[in-house]
């Protein structure tokens, strides 16, 4: 009862008197010993624009448990990372690689707009650009823009493969990012785009959830995690971290 209270007023009093009550704290212990902090750790983990909403909350989640650990999260393109979040994408290829979670996919369009009930086959086709005016599918009259990913990329590659979509029409509208792909989506009459579900906000409006599909993610190494990062991976995938 007296260490609580002295820690209560030295909140008040300053810094100097903190010290000495850590210090004071440190040797109260029962057997005399002092109790040494952790030692605080930072872990680089990439993360693709797929992945990088599940490693951010999952990092953040993490820092609750282990607060000496930082989980930072930085692009994919950063070498010296120590692990990879990112979308299940076959070939398979070499390495660790361990399930970790999903993201949602999801089509979208302006929170103004009035969107009329599509089939997979239609959302197919509107997206592919085989209906250029909303007419075709039922909707009010105006031409259809789509807003998709850069060729290649591994989100234009997940959304091609997983809609059944051809080659993007000549007239859509390329998005280098989700803050992007946003902007076009509510900024352009018309225009309809697939994003991840975390990345949806007040600017956006999803089409149908039955229209949705569940992207699995996944964690990579070159080789497999040891020490805080395989502690970090196997807290995420047991059901605390789910």
């Known amino acids: 009862m007296r260490a609580r209270s002295l820690r209560r007023d030295l909140l008040v009093v300053g810094p100097g008197f903190v010290l000495g009550l850590c210090l004071a704290a440190c040797t109260a212990g029962p057997s005399g010993t002092p109790t040494a902090a952790p030692t605080p750790v930072v872990v680089r983990v990439a993360a693709t624009d797929m992945g990088e909403s599940l490693a951010r909350d999952l990092a953040e989640a993490y820092r609750e448990v282990r607060p000496e650990v930082t989980l930072l999260i930085v692009p994919a393109t950063e070498l ?21 979670g999903g993201v949602t996919l999801v089509p979208a369009m302006a929170a103004a707009a009035a969107p ?8 197919a086709a509107v997206l592919s650009g085989e209906v250029e005016d909303w007419a075709q599918v039922g909707g009010s009259p105006g031409p259809i823009t789509v807003v998709t990913r ?3 990329s591994e989100a234009e590659r997940l959304i091609t493969q997983r809609f059944g979509l051809g080659v993007a029409p000549p007239t859509a509208r390329v998005a280098p990012g989700w803050a992007a792909s946003r902007a076009l989506i509510s900024g352009t009459d018309g225009a309809i785009g697939v994003l991840p579900s975390p990345e949806i906000d007040a600017t956006l409006r999803v089409l149908s959830t039955s229209l949705s599909i569940m992207i699995g993610l996944e964690a990579r190494a070159a080789n497999e995690p040891t020490g805080v ?3 970090w991976l196997a807290w995420a995938q047991s059901p605390a971290g789910q």
Do not use: H, Y
């Not at 010296?80 to 970790?100: H, W």
């Not at 009329?116 to 959302?123: D, E, K, M, N, Y």
């Open 80 to 100: 010296d990372a120590q692990a990879l979040i990112a979308a299940e994408i076959e070939p398979a290829g070499s390495g660790f690689r361990s399930p970790l």
């Open 116 to 123: 009329p009930t599509l089939s997979a086959a239609q959302l």
């Open 150 to 152: 850069e060729s290649e």
């Open 229 to 231: 990062v395989r502690d």
